[in-house]
């Protein structure tokens, strides 16, 4: 059996491949070594990955994840996960390498990762040869659930939301000590501030909204994408920001000169089809 996860920093998906071709899918919240206080991982893994698949001893595991660039992380997430998965041969990889290998497969082009932070860099077909610089969600993630939310609460707390936004039950009676303590205190930051997209998607045909969000993912294409468009001017983009606002990534690619764009929300089940292709 082979079980593969794709992780972001608030969710997960994994699927198991049965010997007989078949899969299993299960969901669960997301994994990111960076976020996990030292010494905590093995207990985050535990309770993190679905309940059901603790029961399960996969040959191979495939995870890609938030956070798994670094070695150090990477092999802290090993570790933990070899704790659970107890006979699997482990590849902890970037979700980042997840995403290109779903959406290229052996082909090239440039990969953008939309949810909650962002990443953008180039793939060969077999690897990533190149990355824009990502700075997290206090300094970049510029086109991110994150940023949008950060945003949003600017906007909010400044005065500058119109007062058909600022009345819904999502904002409504947020105070600023809530937010901060939230932002600067709280466990999940990020995970905080990309929950505010749900209130965009909700009101995504508001003109304010849409200003916000054209923004956001125009800053993100200044600053990562256009860099790399002399290396490619294919893109795939896999995420639920650009899923969901994919009408405005549309119009901000094409404005900067991307020829082809391909938007994957989950990357999960082609990866589940490339690892399956290339079973021994």
């Keep these: 059996m082979l079980l593969i996860a794709d992780s972001g920093s608030t969710k997960s998906d994994w699927r198991l491949l049965l010997p007989d071709g078949t899969h299993r899918h299960y969901a669960g919240r997301g994994i990111?070594?960076?976020?996990?206080?030292?010494?905590?991982?093995?207990?985050?893994?535990?309770?993190?990955?679905?309940?059901?698949?603790?029961?399960?001893?996969?040959?191979?595991?495939?995870?890609?994840?938030?956070?798994?660039?670094?070695?150090?992380?990477t092999c802290a997430l090993s570790e933990a996960l070899a704790r659970l998965f107890t006979q699997a041969k482990i590849a902890v990889m970037p979700d980042f390498l997840g995403a290109a290998r779903a959406l290229f497969g052996g082909e090239s082009g440039l990969v953008a990762v939309l949810g909650t932070g962002s990443s953008c860099g180039v793939y060969d077909g077999s690897s990533i040869v190149q990355h824009s610089n990502a700075l997290g969600y206090i300094i970049g993630d510029e086109?991110?659930?994150?940023?949008?939310?950060?945003?949003?609460?600017?906007?909010?707390?400044?005065?500058?939301?119109?007062?058909?936004?600022?009345?819904?039950?999502?904002?409504?009676?947020?105070?600023?000590?809530?937010?901060?303590?939230?932002?600067?205190?709280?466990?999940?930051?990020?995970?905080?501030?990309?929950?505010?997209?749900?209130?965009?998607?909700?009101?995504?045909?508001?003109?304010?909204?849409?200003?916000?969000?054209?923004?956001s993912l125009s800053d993100f294409f200044d600053n990562h994408v256009t860099p790399l468009c002399s290396v490619s001017r294919r893109l795939g983009v896999v995420g639920s920001v650009g899923f969901f606002f994919s009408d405005t990534l549309k119009e901000v690619a094409q404005k900067r000169g991307i020829t082809s764009l391909e938007i994957l929300r989950y990357p999960i089940e082609r990866l589940t089809s490339y690892h399956h292709a290339r079973r021994t």
């Excluded at 985050?44 to 679905?50: Q, T």
């Excluded at 939310?149 to 400044?158: E, I, P, Q, S, V």
């Excluded at 999502?170 to 709280?186: D, I, M, N, P, S």
């Design 32 to 73: 990111n070594p960076l976020h996990a206080a030292q010494g905590s991982l093995p207990m985050l893994v535990r309770e993190r990955v679905p309940h059901a698949l603790q029961e399960v001893q996969p040959r191979q595991l495939f995870f890609y994840g938030a956070g798994c660039a670094q070695a150090s992380a």
């Design 143 to 215: 086109g991110s659930a994150a940023d949008m939310g950060k945003r949003l609460l600017r906007a909010f707390f400044y005065g500058q939301l119109p007062a058909t936004l600022a009345r819904q039950p999502a904002l409504r009676g947020l105070t600023r000590e809530q937010a901060l303590q939230a932002v600067y205190h709280g466990d999940a930051p990020a995970e905080y501030l990309a929950g505010f997209a749900t209130f965009l998607v909700k009101n995504r045909d508001n003109d304010f909204v849409r200003d916000l969000v054209h923004r």
